[in-house]
């Protein structure tokens, strides 16, 4: 892992001539939004000034980033029609010319169209392949030249990522042979109650390599970005958490290195971490040790372990609302952008802020507009800065401050909400009507070729003694009798990995087999969780691996459990007594969850019905939502006595949704049955609901076609128990016959 390719921050500190002028991260090649770049415009105009192209077709809200002489950023597709998903494009640099784009739809999410692109496409150029989690979790390695899928995750089935109305998906990123992503999992077993979370995929095969686990039941979903550095010469990961913590972890191993309780809420600030280890953020909720204030902007060392308590801060500054974007450093000043869009300018070292005095001795900030939601980036001695209402300032740096060199103002609803960024010359700027690219016609970039100054990796040959393992792939799913290889990995203290581990004991509990050659063999039938633990001396390590059969698939709960395997429900859902049977109570006492989706299983399914009897109580005269997933669709029995088939849930009005009239009352058993098929580049999906103690109806009740289809999806729960509780029996899922 660590010999056969340099790391993301080993290729940062070659020269910019041998690494080219990318922006493969959308904080730039060195995660601190710097370029080397010189000759860069001070001045443009969208009317032509400097405006290189300006194409409305790849209008964003994402930050886009630039690998290999192509641009890449996340789009609507089809805007406003009944095709409306997400895609990610491909785009000639030079002339902003589509090459390739890959369309996916989006699924029950609660976000709406104008949230996609919360997250930016990474690149990573020693592959030259690019990643993309999408606004409905759907998590994506693609070709860098073509677009092909190499392969894909749906995060939400899969590990039960969250994806919520505010639209926050993570941004994915790259180190060795690794692609980490990051979230709020409400998963199964040990990680069914929901928490922040990051996972590190083989970045080639999209396997699973280690899962790491913050603070349970966070108050918020993030899009805080990690960005890579060196502390002490080991190799570290920093990102915000939803637990209002930032974090540096190893990013090979996820081992914890340092902890610093900056809120009691969650980060969605990007850290920034300098050549010394400084590191610098912000935000703007409560502080976690004067919660009566909002915000804060500051600064700690780095090169240290453990908990990071608040007199260890070199500085500290209460009251800066920076909750949304990522400073950066030019010379000895940080700057800073409040979510009010006021700058922040402070003295790296002492955390003075520096600006002009008003005659009471405060410092006067520079006003860039209202709102602020992307970042600064610098380069060739300028700071650019975009403001959501679309000013879009070229400052420098000067004795008192800054001096504004510029100012744009684009039209009044042209809003803003990702970065700028640079390379080759140009600067590449997304706004919700347009993607611009800005740049001297007449000159080509001309780029310093100064290796930057970076603390190096200690040697792993300078300490081989082995303090941790990792057992891989860490998480996985697989039909009964299979057979997976596994591998235990040797690493030293400071996560650099070691060797194979040929001599470590592994152990199987919850089924299966595994022999000396590391090849586990699941159970020859049914269903299973399983957990595997290697053991070398004192260090041990754990996988876990869930055992699915093909359709069909039944559960009564006559083991008085819920189903170990399923994602998504044990957390929300509780076993209990009914009518003298066994069943599941979809629960109403548990914060931020009462509304929720239950996955069992293999997202590759499709042609399936989905069948389980439900009973509603009833609470203040109001009933719960109650229903079923089939195929990336929701069947949904509905409080307000209606019957609705949906995808995505934020655009019923367009996209896809049928919904009829249907009586119902609680205390009453019934059935449900959803069933799907695909035909002819469709999906047709049939619904039915009855009296459990009367005949099933012979006709289907509900019947809609998607003509932009899911063509394929785990089956699951659908629950709403906000207003009353309702409890479940009998779920089967059988193959279309």
């Known amino acids: 892992m660590k010999t056969s390719l340099l790391t993301w921050l080993s290729v940062c500190m070659l020269s910019q001539a041998a690494f080219g002028d990318d922006w493969p991260h959308w904080r730039g090649p060195h995660n601190n939004g710097l370029s080397t770049e010189i000759g860069l415009p001070d001045s443009w105009s969208p009317k032509g000034e400097n405006l290189l192209w300006r194409k409305e077709e790849f209008a964003s809200r994402s930050s886009p980033v630039v690998m290999n002489g192509r641009v890449y950023a996340v789009c609507r597709s089809f805007p ?144 805080s970005t990690p960005v890579f550095t060196r502390f002490n010469g080991q190799d570290a990961m920093v990102v915000g958490a939803g637990d209002g913590a930032i974090y540096a972890l190893q990013p090979r191993t996820g081992k914890t290195i340092w902890k610093y309780q900056a809120s009691t809420r969650g ?134 401050g800054v001096e504004k060199i510029s100012e744009v103002r684009l039209a009044s609803d042209e809003l803003v909400f990702g970065s700028p960024v640079i390379s080759n010359g140009r600067i590449y700027l997304p706004t919700i009507d347009a993607l611009y690219c800005i740049g001297k016609p007449d000159a080509a970039a001309v780029v310093k070729t100064t290796k930057l100054k970076s603390p ?71 269903v299973a969780a399983v ?12 996988a876990r691996i869930r055992v699915i059969p093909s359709l069909p698939w039944k559960f009564d709960f006559s083991d008085d459990l819920v189903p170990p395997v399923w994602i998504g429900a044990t957390y929300r859902h509780k076993p209990a007594p009914l009518d003298g049977q066994k069943g599941l109570v979809k629960i109403s006492t548990i914060p931020k969850g009462t509304r929720s989706h239950a996955w069992m299983g293999w997202t590759n399914l499709h042609d399936y019905t989905v069948q389980a009897d439900f009973k509603a109580t009833e609470n203040n005269g109001r009933l719960p939502d109650m229903g079923l997933l089939n195929q990336r669709y929701a069947m949904d029995l509905q409080g307000s006595h209606r019957l609705q088939i949906r995808s995505w849930v934020a655009r019923l009005e367009l996209r896809f949704a049928k919904t009829i009239e249907m009586p119902w009352s609680a205390d009453k058993w019934y059935t449900m049955k959803f069933q799907s098929e695909n035909k002819d580049g469709k999906v047709m999906l049939r619904g039915k609901v009855w009296l459990r103690d009367e005949a099933e109806p012979k006709e289907w009740q509900i019947e809609a076609t998607d003509e932009t289809p899911n063509i394929s999806g785990s089956p699951g729960l659908f629950g709403n128990a906000t207003d009353a509780e309702f409890v479940i029996d009998n779920v089967q899922v059988t193959a279309n016959k």
Not at 106 to 124: F, K, M, N, Q, T
Not at 146 to 155: A, R, V
Not at 484 to 491: A, D
Not at 531 to 542: M, N, P, Q, V
């Open 267 to 400: 980060l969605n600030t990007t850290s920034l971490v300098d050549e010394k280890g400084i590191v610098y953020c912000g935000h703007a909720e409560k502080n976690a040790t004067d919660t009566k204030i909002l915000g804060a902007v500051f600064a700690f060392d780095g090169n240290t372990e453990g908990d990071i308590a608040e007199d260890k801060l070199l500085w500290k500054i209460p009251g800066k609302a920076v909750g949304r974007n990522a400073p950066v450093k030019v010379g000895g000043r940080v700057y800073f952008v409040e979510d009010g869009a006021s700058l922040v300018i402070v003295d790296a070292q002492t955390g003075e802020l520096i600006g002009p005095r008003k005659p009471n001795g405060t410092v006067e900030q520079m006003k860039l507009g209202r709102t602020m939601f992307g970042s600064p980036v610098a380069g060739d001695g300028k700071i650019y800065i975009a403001e959501n209402s679309g000013r879009f300032y070229v400052l420098k740096p000067n004795d008192t």
């Open 80 to 223: 406003e029609t009944t095709q409306e998903g997400e895609k990610t494009v491909c785009l000639d640099a030079k002339t902003g010319d589509l090459i390739w784009e890959s369309i996916h739809n989006i699924y029950l999410s609660d976000a709406p169209a104008e949230r996609v692109g919360w997250s930016s496409v990474v690149g990573d150029p020693a592959s030259d392949t690019v990643y993309v989690l999408g606004l409905g979790c759907v998590f994506q390695c693609l070709d860098g030249k073509t677009g092909k899928t190499l392969w894909e995750h749906s995060m939400s089935e899969e590990y039960g990522m969250l994806s919520t109305y505010g639209g926050r998906t993570n941004f994915p990123v790259v180190f060795e042979d690794l692609v980490i992503i990051s979230g709020v999992l409400t998963g199964w077993g040990e990680t069914a109650i929901p928490a922040y979370r990051l996972i590190a995929f083989d970045k080639k095969t999209g396997v699973a390599q280690w899962l790491k686990s913050t603070k349970v039941r966070p108050e918020d979903t993030t899009y």
């Open 531 to 542: 957990i595997l633990t290697a053991k070398l001396g004192e260090i041990t390590t754990t």
């Open 456 to 526: 190096r990796e200690t040697a792993a040959d300078k300490d081989k003694v082995v303090a941790q393992i990792m057992l891989t792939p860490v998480e996985l799913m697989l039909m009964p009798g299979q057979k997976v290889n596994l591998q235990v990995r040797g690493y030293n203290k400071n996560g650099e990995y070691l060797q194979p581990i040929k001599d470590a004991e592994i152990t199987v509990a919850g089924g299966g087999t595994i022999g000396k050659d590391l090849i586990y063999t699941a159970p020859a039938a049914g």
